[in-house]
């Protein structure tokens, strides 16, 4: 599988996932010219523009980062629970990253009015209280180990601050301890991020 990635854009939930996983994966990185870093032009792999998109072995693509967590997932056949109220669980999670805390981060990527980033800013800020409600006392999102929304939430952890968007304490600890897994080491590493 290839992942057409960007170094720190969401694809990097994708990244840690397949890391993690341990399914074999090649790298390929776009400029922000659209150019894949050996000089194809990336709207041929993705017609919609950005990152992520998986390239499957028989030249399918998917993109969005909720279809290729969740093809990663089957494919693996982990981080996402077989059956039980956890899977569904994991699912609605992983729908809450994709549209609300995602979606509300979209203004601090564009150059939108400060207006609108403050409401983003606000709102973000009680989504991640609901999250960090949600994780407790728990090591991962949904329990003791990870699944498919805590790549992604990592993600967003790793933008927020760099936005002034304050998250509680318990989502800081978390993070902290996202960042010291090895697939999320090895991701940051491959990417040039740590």
């Known amino acids: 599988m290839i992942l057409y990635y960007a170094p720190g854009a969401c694809s990097l939930a994708d990244h840690i996932a397949l890391i ?7 790298l390929i990185s776009i400029n922000r010219d659209k150019r894949t870093e050996d000089g194809r032009d990336y709207l041929t792999v993705n017609p919609k523009g950005y990152v992520p998109a998986l390239e499957l072995d028989d030249g399918t ?5 909720l ?7 089957h494919r693996s056949e982990a981080l996402l629970p077989e059956d039980g109220l956890t899977r569904w669980r994991a699912l609605e999670a992983i729908s809450f990253m994709a549209t609300e805390i995602h979606g509300g981060l979209r203004p601090f990527f564009k150059n939108l009015p400060t207006p609108e980033k403050e409401r983003a800013r606000n709102l973000l800020i009680k ?12 090591a991962f999102l949904l329990g ?7 790549p992604y939430l990592f ?18 600890a978390y993070f902290a ?18």
Do not use: C
């Not at 693509?61 to 980062?65: A, D, F, H």
């Not at 279809?67 to 997932?73: E, H, K």
């Not at 003791?144 to 805590?150: A, E, L, V």
């Open 144 to 150: 003791d180990r990870m699944t498919i929304p805590d």
């Open 177 to 194: 301890r996202m960042k010291s897994l090895p697939s999320v080491e090895q991701a940051l590493v491959e990417e040039g991020l740590a």
């Open 61 to 65: 693509v998917l993109t969005e980062n």
């Open 155 to 172: 993600w967003a952890l790793k933008w927020a601050p760099v936005h002034g968007i304050e998250v509680p304490e318990r989502l800081q």
């Open 127 to 138: 989504h991640f209280a609901v999250l960090a409600q949600q994780l407790g006392d728990k």
């Open 67 to 73: 279809a290729i967590l969740a093809y990663i997932a």
């Open 20 to 26: 993690e996983t341990r399914l074999p994966y090649k």
